[in-house]
């Protein structure tokens, strides 16, 4: 894909507008499946004349397509209703993470076509050969030319311009060259970021609506470790070197357990899926759940026994879901987000642990803090940050900007998805 292009003087070129007018037009249809060219022109402010033109252009690209609408119109004439010709183009999703790295190929509505998982390796060179080899036969062959591109998500602190993992404690990653090793010699341009800054991302694109209009808001994964995605006045918040927002390695016991970090006492040591199993396994003199083969699973397990009233399991999880919210004392009063969004394994066990949280932030937090703050649990399961690295593709597609770029058109009506990437 071409992608747009700076003059020296630092405005756009004139091809480079054109496109920048498609994507903006582009993504007013992906957003509203079926409006019409009249309320594309009200949403955007470009006139009638020049959406009919972008418009047609679009359809005869093979992105768009009409269809004449039911319904009366102002002018007499039915309006068209336009669509995305959704396999127009297609984009590539990674997400890399144990037990099971994952790769998955959505259309452009971001719906799932074809999927694999990649079992844990030890070995990171064999894990990403085999990850590597996955992407190539999702992407490869007759379908190459229709890939936008590969989105990865990463574990740990992450360079996100070469797609290296800097440092993942918990599964023993240091330095690790992910990006180079994936994509040499395929294609396609990669993308590559954190495993909970895309959860951020996949709830904008994929999650609840409300979501969209998030301009302060936290996402918690804890699978493999606790995971905060921040999103801090539309932006990823990030740091000098992409480390900020581990408020998994923020202290709450300063003698607390030992942490993979090095430190005592982490938020990630007594709320993440692993402090959770531990919980359980505290109640049952060491023994696991039957027939789990990893942490992470057993984690799920545990939730499901909660809520088919196994009492252990249910103890286990409210003592868990306590520690969850003694963390998000600390993540309110650093940052004020207007909502928390909670992913797996609390997703599932919500309605057994929201008036804990509740019941616990209300004793630590201040009422002016809590008034306006929105505790919601995912809708997107495990597979939220495989989803939100390919949301970083199609981002880019809908957009035509990237990271640290400028954006390619001002946005008349953006929603914060379209910043928190810039
Ligand atoms: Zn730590």
Same mark, same amino acid.
């Given at each position: ?36 060219? %009249? ?14 033109? +972008? ?8 992105? +768009? ?28 999703? &990674? ?8 790769? &998955? ?14 079992? *844990? ?6 894990? @990403? ?9 999702? %992407? ?11 989105? &990865? ?14 440092? %993942? ?18 294609? *396609?341009?990669? *993308? ?26 936290v ?9 905060t995605? +921040? ?16 408020f998994g390695h923020v202290m709450l ?13 982490c938020w990630?040591?007594?709320a993440?899926?692993?402090? @959770? +199993? ?9 023994? %696991? ?34 520690y969850l919210a003694l963390g998000c004392v600390n993540l309110i009063a650093a940052l004020?987000?207007?909502?928390i ?20 932030l209300?004793?630590r937090v ?57």
């Amino acid at each position: 894909m071409p992608s747009v292009s700076f003059t020296t003087s630092g405005a756009l070129g004139k091809s480079a507008i054109r496109q920048a007018n498609e994507r903006l037009l582009l993504d007013s249809i992906r957003r509203r499946p079926g409006i019409s060219r %009249a309320e594309i022109a009200r949403q955007t402010g470009f006139s009638r004349t020049s959406v009919t033109f +972008v418009v047609n252009r679009l359809i005869g690209k093979g992105l +768009v397509q009409e269809q004449k609408s039911e319904g009366p119109s102002q002018t007499g004439r039915p309006p068209s209703e336009l669509r995305l010709v959704s396999t127009a183009m297609m984009a590539v999703g &990674v997400e890399i993470s144990p037990p099971e790295s994952r790769v &998955v190929l959505v259309n452009l509505n971001g719906e799932t076509l074809e999927f694999r998982s990649i079992p *844990w390796k030890a070995n990171s060179d064999v894990l @990403l050969d085999e990850i590597k080899d996955a992407i190539r036969s999702l %992407a490869g062959g007759r379908r190459s030319r229709r890939i936008i591109g590969v989105g &990865v998500s990463l574990p740990g602190s992450v360079d996100k311009s070469a797609g290296r993992v800097i440092a %993942a404690e918990s599964i023993g990653w240091f330095g690790i060259e992910a990006g180079k090793r994936l994509s040499r010699g395929l294609p *396609w341009r990669f *993308w590559y970021d954190n495993n909970a800054n895309l959860c951020a991302l996949a709830e904008q694109w994929f999650g609840n609506p409300e979501a969209n209009d998030f301009r302060y808001f936290v996402c918690i994964r804890a699978q493999g470790g606790l995971g905060t995605g +921040v999103v801090m006045d539309g932006r990823i918040l990030r740091g000098m070197s992409s480390a900020a927002a581990e408020f998994g390695h923020v202290m709450l016991y300063p003698d607390g357990r030992l942490c993979n970090c090095g430190n005592r006492g982490c938020w990630e040591q007594y709320a993440s899926d692993a402090a @959770l +199993v531990r919980a359980y396994r505290e109640r049952t003199g060491g023994s %696991a759940v039957a027939g789990t083969v990893n942490v992470t699973n057993e984690a799920i397990r545990i939730v499901d026994a909660a809520l088919d009233g196994d009492s252990r399991s249910l103890e286990a999880l409210r003592e868990t879901a306590r520690y969850l919210a003694l963390g998000c004392v600390n993540l309110i009063a650093a940052l004020n987000p207007q909502a928390i969004i909670f992913g797996e394994p609390f997703t599932r066990g919500w309605k057994l642990i929201e008036e804990d949280i509740r019941a616990e932030l209300r004793s630590r937090v201040p009422p002016y803090q809590l008034s306006g703050l929105r505790l919601i649990p995912s809708r997107l399961g495990p597979d939220a940050s495989m989803l939100g690295a390919a949301a970083l593709v199609l981002n880019s597609f809908f957009t035509r900007f990237d990271h640290g770029r400028e954006p390619s058109h001002p946005r008349k009506s953006s929603g914060v998805l379209m910043e928190a990437y810039r």
